[in-house]
């Protein structure tokens, strides 16, 4: 009933930048957060940064001063601004939608993933 989209990845030298780009859509009652997460092979998937419908935002350590995310007004798309790219920041990047399809308690819906490769 939920489809969240990414897209944006791609491959970029290390110091680069990429913009990613998330959109949550269907019979959405009311979307509380959305979020990026990335997970590189043989790791834990782990939050990158995550926005609320107040705006509020919090950052992984390792990519504060570096990524910034964003949402539109009608809070059903997020971007993710990533400058600054180091090698380590590699991964299949998944956005995450907490939403609500009625007045029922709210749950999570993903994105399939998209690749992010920094490398010279």
């Known amino acids: 009933q939920v489809q969240v989209v990414e897209s944006g990845g791609g491959l970029v030298q290390p110091g680069g930048s990429l913009r990613l780009s998330c959109v949550a859509s269907g019979r959405i009652y009311l979307i509380k957060s959305m979020g990026w997460y990335r997970q590189d092979l043989g790791k834990e998937r782990e939050l990158v940064a995550a926005i609320t419908s107040d705006d509020s935002t919090n950052y992984a350590d390792a990519v504060k001063g570096r990524f910034a995310i964003s949402r539109n007004n009608a809070k059903d798309t997020v971007f993710l601004q990533m400058n600054s790219l180091k090698p380590e920041d590699t991964a299949v990047y998944y956005c995450?939608?907490?939403?609500?399809?009625?007045?029922?308690?709210?749950?999570?819906?993903w994105g399939q993933g998209t690749q992010v490769t920094v490398s010279s």
């Open positions: 995450k939608a907490r939403a609500q399809l009625s007045i029922e308690a709210e749950h999570d819906y």
